[in-house]
T-cell receptor, first 115, second 107 residues
Framework: GAGVSQTPSNKVTEKGKYVELRCDPI?????LYWYRQSLGQGPEFLIYFQGTGAADDSGLPNDRFFAVRPEGSVSTLKIQRTERGDSAMYLC?????????????FGPGTRLTVT | DAKTTQPPSMDCAEGRAANLPCNHSTISGNEYVYWYRQIHSQGPQYIIH???NNETNEMASLIITEDRKSSTLILPHATLRDTAVYYCIVGYDKVIFGPGTSLSVIP
């Protein structure tokens, strides 16, 4: 079946602009996660949704970052006033229930470059 | 969430077993041990997880010590396609990645 998809695959934007990154989870998965990965580092947790609500947003670096999942399926990560330090691979994952022992399925990521 | 310690890199000969160690001495009672891997330029891929007992699936085996303070991921017959960064993670709902072990499978 279809896996997690993310669009766009690449995004280049100028410093100060607003960007939206989209994640389509596996159908029926209630939990959705966003991560950010810089070159040579492991993925860094940003936010976790259980259904429509953000169950844990402790990884969002500052108030320029915001994510929504209005219908409990597709999620959008929004970054305002982008900075060059925001350049990274943004990964999305979903899991069936988000409960203990549930594995996460990752998408291919969106590579964001802020010039 | 508990932290893990892994060697930064390892080599393994093609066709041999790859044994990747992980220390998680501060793991708490109901935290799972998860292993993921990330092949270059791809998203991470789930491999296996366990709580107390050893586990095996089509990809790998997971050996967890009795005190749960360490574990070993075993790839029984490593191939060149197993070259990747392997992440050992302990936790509940969210997955906190460390730097992982970069495994190179050598022909």
């Amino acid at each position: 079946g279809a896996g997690v998809s993310q669009t766009p695959s690449n995004k280049v934007t100028e410093k100060g602009k607003y960007v939206e990154l989209r994640c389509d989870p596996i159908s029926g998965h209630t939990a959705l996660y966003w991560y950010r990965q810089s070159l040579g580092q492991g993925p860094e947790f940003l936010i976790y949704f259980q259904g429509t609500g953000a169950a844990d947003d402790s990884g969002l670096p500052n108030d320029r970052f915001f994510a929504v999942r209005p219908e409990g399926s597709v999620s959008t990560l929004k970054i305002q006033r982008t900075e060059r330090g925001d350049s990274a691979m943004y990964l999305c994952a979903s899991s069936l229930t988000g409960r203990l022992g549930d594995e996460q399925y990752f998408g291919p990521g969106t590579r964001l470059t802020v010039t | 969430d508990a932290k893990t310690t892994q060697p930064p890199s390892m080599d393994c000969a093609e066709g041999r077993a790859a044994n990747l160690p992980c220390n998680h001495s501060t793991i708490s009672g109901n935290e799972y041990v998860y292993w993921y891997r990330q092949i270059h330029s791809q998203g991470p891929q789930y491999i296996i997880h366990g709580l107390k007992n050893n586990e095996t699936n089509e990809m790998a085996s997971l050996i967890i010590t009795e005190d749960r303070k360490s574990s070993t991921l075993i790839l029984p017959h490593a191939t060149l396609r197993d070259t990747a960064v392997y992440y050992c993670i302990v936790g509940y709902d969210k997955v906190i990645f460390g730097p992982g072990t970069s495994l190179s499978v050598i022909p």
